[in-house]
């Protein structure tokens, strides 16, 4: 177990997990005080979306689900900007780890590469390795959570908008890339600057 979290670590030095780490990010930076909801949304999603997939559980997920469930993550997490509403924060994350995760290719090592080869005979077994992988990956974006949750709310407040608008923006701008098909070549182009 120790060895697929290792391995999930170093995986989070690679390309090929940006298409994870970065709608983490976003959808922290987005929901501002109410990031810890949101990232227990985002990395719970991540978690079962990647199981539903590298299980055979499912196909795939349909493209303009996956853009819609970017542009959904990134309303649901701006409107606690009225007042505090962790439950959305909580589905907006969910939301946003739900697609990042259809999205993901990992990088696979030989730890997760034995993992993903008995993902589908190992339904409790395999979910919980694919948590202790996920953890190792996702790593950064918890972190950045724990910071944030951290820092006092009075000297969050003149960088909200900021974070606000980096958050949201990268979390539309996911939503545009997937509707209109350039998520295939960004993918692509994640794995192939990894393997090299």
Known sequence: MIDLLLEGLESALLPCSLILLIPGIA?????R??????????????WVFSW?????TVDGFERPIVAMAFAASAALLLVPLLRRLDVLALLGGALGGAAAAALWQPCVGENFGTLLGELPDQAPAGVGLLA???LGVLAPVIAL????????????????????????GVLGLLALTTAVGLDDNLVSKLVSLSVN
């Open 145 to 168: 959570g724990a910071v944030m949750h951290l820092i006092p709310n009075p000297l969050m407040l003149p960088v909200r908008p900021v974070m606000m608008a980096i958050g949201g």
């Open 27 to 31: 959808v922290a930076l987005a929901a």
């Open 33 to 46: 005080q109410e990031s810890t909801p949101a990232l227990v949304g985002f990395v719970g999603a991540a």
């Open 132 to 134: 202790i992988y996920l």
């Open 52 to 56: 539903l997939r590298f299980s055979a």
